[in-house]
């Protein structure tokens, strides 16, 4: 309990720090109020409260080079000229590996559009289009789209045969066995272009954890909405899916990066659902807890007002704010949530039944990492599952 507690007094601490609210202030989604409280921030630096070092870190770590880039660029006579000449470097990196992923979505799009494979981004270029309205202006590492799991096979045929992709996971190398066993327990397949280093991954499912969020992907494509991206028409996520599955990625990752925060503050602000029909649908997919905790987080942080629907459900709510700290101490603290701290997390955000079969889940089924560690004939495959318990304990304890 004195490890939780000075944790967690060291995240208010971080929280409290010139540099993350600066980060803040430049990525609020409430224009006036970002720029009041830009101005009294950048007045700081007279008085050598900020770190500029540690703030660059920050902006790097949590992936807001763009928003950052944009907010300070009125200030930068206040700034020192080799932090803003290393935002603007970083930014125009980012601008360019933008525009390569909008040409290979638009491409893609084109392809899978003439073969009759349906699909929809979920992140990433067109996100930052829908909330933004500029598709440079979210930070993005990869490229993420979500198919029938029906054509995952002829999807994967078409992105390395007519575009040149390789798969990375699962390997090259992996057996047809291996390949429908990890179909049957994982959420996606990640492909990268030797050529232009982009990594795509194609989901058929949001999580690993099949049993959340698990929504009928026709059902996905009848509620979807028709967006104009580079003189294409893409299909994206209604905003009642988009809000669900942006709470419940953030929720499972553990909210480590602030862009994820900064996307449902901007959602909370421009994007406002009914939230009642909203609240339902949470509850339907078993992710309601993650929503709770994805609007908690980003009005605690934005200082944006909570929902008035929220508190008719005050026992869920406060008890889904129990598990908030640990969020903020690995939001302040830029540190990916450890195997302990997430089943910690999961404890309070997943259904307990699922919450059982999750950890069943993670001692005997997870093969990424460990697929490839014992080959057999198929009719003893049976035998991996012997020994993936071996694999975990090695992997978590003694790797470490």
């Known amino acids: 309990m004195d490890d939780v507690s000075s944790s967690c007094t060291r995240s208010i601490h971080l929280i409290?720090?010139?540099?993350?609210?600066?980060?803040?202030?430049?990525?609020?989604?409430?224009?006036?109020?970002?720029?009041?409280?830009?101005?009294?921030?950048v007045q700081?630096?007279?008085?050598?409260?900020i770190d500029w070092k540690h703030f660059l870190q920050l902006v790097s770590w949590h992936r807001v080079v763009p928003q950052v880039y944009l907010g300070l660029v009125a200030y930068k006579d206040n700034i020192p000229g080799n932090i803003f000449n290393q935002l603007y470097r970083s930014n125009f990196k980012i601008q360019r590996i933008s525009l390569r992923q909008s040409a290979w979505l638009v491409k893609i799009s084109q392809l899978f559009e003439s073969n009759q494979v349906r699909f929809i981004p979920i992140k990433g270029v067109a996100l930052s289009q829908l909330l933004y309205s500029d598709s440079g202006c979210r930070q993005s590492k990869d490229l993420d789209i979500i198919i029938d799991c029906a054509d995952v096979n002829t999807a994967e045929q078409l992105l390395t045969e007519k575009m040149g992709f390789k798969r990375k996971h699962p390997p090259e190398t992996a057996t047809s066995e291996e390949i429908d066993f990890l179909n049957r327990?994982?959420?996606?397949?990640?492909?990268q272009h030797p050529g232009d280093k982009i990594v795509l991954e194609?989901?058929?499912r949001f999580l690993?954890?099949?049993s959340i969020l698990e929504v009928p992907f026709d059902e996905l494509i009848k509620s979807s909405m028709q967006q104009q991206f580079h003189h294409q028409t893409l299909r994206i996520l209604s905003y009642d899916y988009l809000w669900l599955y942006q709470s419940l990625h953030g929720t499972a990752a553990g909210w480590y990066r602030l862009h994820w925060l900064s996307d449902i503050a901007k959602m909370l602000v421009s994007f406002k659902p009914d939230w009642h029909r909203l609240l339902k649908m949470a509850d339907q997919y078993h992710c309601q807890k993650c929503l709770f905790e994805a609007v908690c987080l980003a009005s605690q942080i934005y200082h944006i007002p909570i929902p008035e629907a929220f508190y008719s459900y005050k026992q869920q709510f406060w008890q889904q704010r129990l598990s908030t700290p640990l969020a903020l101490h690995l939001l302040s603290?830029?540190?990916?949530?450890?195997?302990?701290?997430?089943?910690?997390?999961?404890?309070?955000?997943?259904?307990?039944?699922?919450?059982?079969?999750?950890?069943?889940?993670?001692?005997?089924?997870?093969?990424?990492?460990?697929?490839?560690?014992?080959?057999?004939?198929?009719?003893?495959?049976?035998?991996?599952?012997?020994?993936?318990?071996?694999?975990?304990?090695?992997?978590?304890?003694w790797i470490r």
């Not at 327990?185 to 492909?191: A, N």
């Not at 302990?340 to 990492?369: D, S």
């Open 16 to 41: 409290n720090s010139a540099e993350f609210k600066l980060l803040v202030a430049l990525t609020d989604p409430a224009p006036d109020k970002r720029q009041h409280e830009i101005a009294d921030a």
């Open 44 to 49: 700081s630096v007279g008085t050598n409260a």
């Open 185 to 191: 327990c994982t959420k996606d397949r990640v492909y």
């Open 202 to 204: 194609v989901h058929w």
């Open 208 to 210: 690993t954890d099949s």
């Open 333 to 397: 603290s830029a540190q990916i949530q450890s195997f302990f701290i997430e089943f910690w997390r999961r404890l309070f955000w997943m259904p307990k039944q699922y919450f059982c079969l999750y950890l069943l889940y993670k001692l005997c089924q997870r093969p990424r990492g460990s697929v490839s560690w014992y080959r057999q004939h198929p009719h003893r495959y049976i035998l991996y599952y012997l020994l993936r318990p071996v694999a975990f304990v090695i992997r978590r304890c």
